[in-house]
């Protein structure tokens, strides 16, 4: 499998970037709440973007790649540890990134940003990963 994972590479630098920032600053500045509001937006392209790609990677274990398309984004990631391509434990990981971003998608405010940058260290980690093994470099 070898899947053109630039753009998600690219938003994982900006992510690493801005959670950087973020960590310099105070909470009380407006600083703080942009760097926040940006981290949560590429959490959220971040996730989206996996597990599309990792459809397309999907795809090669099923008769027709168009079963793979029909997949709910949680499955996508249960086939994925099911085919070996995470563990369990991401996959877990992956769908509680998931549930968080069904959370903030529906709520506003501090809490739930909040809720999300508490995820990030594992989650740029798992993001990683899943590009690595997508892209046929799995270094783990």
């Known amino acids: 499998m070898n899947i053109d994972t630039e753009f998600l590479r690219r938003c ?4 690493e970037h801005c ?5 310099r600053r ?3 500045e407006i600083a703080y709440d942009a760097y926040r509001a940006a981290c949560v937006k590429e959490f959220e392209i971040i996730l989206e973007q996996s597990g599309s790609l990792l459809r397309k ?8 790649n168009r079963q793979a398309d029909r997949l709910v984004f949680k499955d996508v990631f249960r086939y994925a540890a099911k085919h070996g ?3 369990s434990e991401a996959c877990e990981r992956w769908l509680s990134y998931r549930d968080n971003r069904n959370d903030t998608a529906h709520g506003y405010g501090a809490g739930f940003a909040e809720s999300t940058i ?6 740029m980690a798992d993001a990683k990963a899943l590009a690595d093994v997508m892209e046929g470099t799995d270094n783990g």
């Open 12 to 15: 994982l630098a900006t992510l």
């Open 19 to 23: 959670f950087k920032e973020l960590k």
């Open 26 to 28: 105070d909470p009380g």
């Open 57 to 64: 990677v999907l795809g090669a274990y099923f008769a027709d």
């Open 85 to 87: 391509l995470i563990d």
């Open 118 to 123: 508490k995820l990030l260290p594992d989650f």
